[in-house]
């Protein structure tokens, strides 16, 4: 595994992991789609403005090209995912959504099956997502008795958890034939746009509070502009498969965040998942090869 593969990694994880602090603290006073539609339509004005500084004119005319493809990654990797987040966490910690949303790789192993048989796990990479899913479930075997909102919350964060997968997958393709950033701000500008008539029938009927804004400002400008750009970036370097384990790492931050600043439950047999999840990220990348052959020495 390349260092820049390792940074690239942990500095998602970093940033998306508070991302789940940050929806929470903003569900108290705006609904999902507001939310929501207000991140991506403030990372797209700042994704924009950095194609401008880099590129020069042309930046609308580029950003209005890649119409189809940011549409279908603005609803998939974007509107749809963040909206399902957004909701399930007014039902579950936010730990326990980042867990949840660390379901990614297996739906890419699945998906990939028809879609891109390149991407497919199998060897080390195969037991090290199967390691990582038993680390997911033993976290969640901290059964909270939240009742069957819970339990919808959940399967809400999960389902965010397909459309991932597949955005994943389409990004890949998307990426080797429009420039990252400018398809990070087409789907953005598009996703954000999908979500706007249902955002207008939720507006809320208060002045939302500083907390609810600074979070929004934060999604936008360091869980989404930023995260976009690295996205991409690593979708081209590495491939999905690679960039979805990422989701392995998330949990660590998040749970660290959500226990720190909002006071959420973190149970012993939390970290023993967590164990196993950083085993299924070294196995999984290719950074640990506990099976692997050593090669002999020519000169022997």
């Known amino acids: 595994m390349s260092r820049s593969y390792g940074v690239l990694l942990c500095g998602l994880a970093a940033v998306w992991g508070s991302s789940y602090l940050f929806i929470k603290v903003a569900d108290r006073d705006l609904e999902p789609t507001v939310m929501m539609a207000a991140r991506m339509l403030l990372a797209a004005l700042l994704l924009a403005a950095f194609l401008a500084v880099r590129d020069g004119t042309g930046v609308l005319r580029d950003v209005v090209g890649a119409w189809k493809p940011g549409l279908i990654m603005g609803v998939i990797n974007g509107a749809l995912p963040f909206t399902l987040i957004a909701w399930g966490e007014k039902h579950i910690d936010s730990g326990v959504a980042a867990i949840a949303n660390a379901t990614v790789p297996i739906w890419v192993a699945i998906l990939a099956v028809w879609f891109k048989p390149s991407e497919r796990s199998s060897g080390t990479r195969l037991a090290g997502i199967l390691v990582g899913l038993v680390g997911v479930g033993v976290v969640v075997g901290v059964n909270p008795d939240g009742g069957t909102w819970w339990v919808l919350g959940t399967l809400a964060v999960v389902l965010a958890s397909l459309s991932y997968a ?75 498969a690679r960039l979805s384990l990422v989701t392995y790492l998330i949990p660590i931050t998040a749970l660290i965040y959500g226990s720190v600043l909002l006071d959420e439950p973190l149970h012993p047999s939390m970290l023993v998942g967590l164990g196993l999840i950083l085993g299924g990220v070294a196995l999984g990348s290719g950074a640990w090869r506990p099976f692997r052959r050593p090669v002999a020495d020519p000169a022997a």
């Open 166 to 240: 597949a955005g994943g997958l389409y990004g890949q393709y998307a990426v080797s034939r429009a420039s990252g950033p400018v398809l990070a701000t087409a789907a953005m500008l598009f996703g954000g746009l999908v979500l706007v008539p249902f955002a207008l029938f939720q507006l809320p009927d208060h002045a939302p509070g500083w907390k609810a804004i600074g979070s929004v400002l934060a999604l936008a400008v360091v869980g989404t502009a930023i995260a976009q750009l690295v996205l991409y970036r690593m979708l081209r370097l590495f491939g999905a």
